[in-house]
């Protein structure tokens, strides 16, 4: 019978436990390659249903989130309400005073004179004049300060957010079109960076992908990422933009609101920031015929 010495005895163990290390890696490798080929779409959005479960008294007592005469959502307080439940349920529904904004200014003190349905959506006619400047409207008890929200240049370590946020995702399309950049501020102590990104050809799986990045302190994280192998045949592929960046609840930090167009429908997102990452917590879409 062969002897082993102990120097021998540990080098055989090690050699198999490498052996076998490197067997896991291999089907892990296969796993994630076969779950490549054969996803189609991927949408990622962080989201909560807060807004749709809120008691009878705040539903009743909430005041509209008004988007370009489109009403996403309710307050009370700062609490999220739908809009649907807000339309539902709210006994402040006509004559409300409002603030409204346009993406860098106030526009001044209006008011919400009524609401109408228009497919599964409600809209609503306001005092305010101005029909060609993209705005939102909040109840006059909040300021909703537009977080000096403009627009930047890119910088090369804008492309190095993107990496670092899309992480594994770049396995479907790791090339990088940024088409926007903008700073803002989740509050007077957090500058906000948020980078419009798609990708500038198919990858090598054919898919294609677009996507938001927030940035806050260095640390860069998804807000909306949608991917799709077969864009010809997608119509529920959404085109994402930033829209405002604002305190919309009057809580001290800024919420993004985001617009995504599909071949038939637009939809509005509120997102707010919990922990290190934004929660989608309204969002409404109008639907084309």
Known sequence: MKKY??????????????????????????????????????????????????????????????????????LYGNKWVSSSKYYLKSINKANIDINVYTKDKSAGAYKLESLYTYGDSVF?????PNYIDEFFAVPTQNYALSSNFSQTSIQEIDYDYVKKALGIYRAYNNTINIT??????????????????????????????????AVVNGNAKIVQYSYTKDLDNALDFPLYSIEFVADLNGDGNSEIVTREVTEFNVTYNVFEKRGSKYVRVLTETIKGK
Not at 27 to 45: D, P
């Open 5 to 74: 010495s102990k120097g021998q005895l540990k080098f055989k163990r090690f050699g198999f436990g490498l052996a076998v290390l490197l067997v896991l890696v291999l089907a892990f490798g296969l796993v994630m390659l076969f779950g490549f080929c054969l996803k189609h779409t991927i949408n990622i959005t962080s989201t909560t249903s807060e807004a749709s479960n809120v008691s009878e008294e705040i539903a009743q007592n909430s005041q509209p989130i008004i988007i370009d005469n489109l009403v996403v959502g309710g």
């Open 180 to 213: 926007n950049v903008y700073s803002a501020f989740v509050n007077v102590n957090e500058p906000l960076k948020l980078i419009a990104v798609t990708s500038n050809q198919k990858g090598i799986y054919g898919g294609v992908y677009n996507a938001i990045i």
């Open 124 to 128: 609503c006619n306001t005092s305010y």
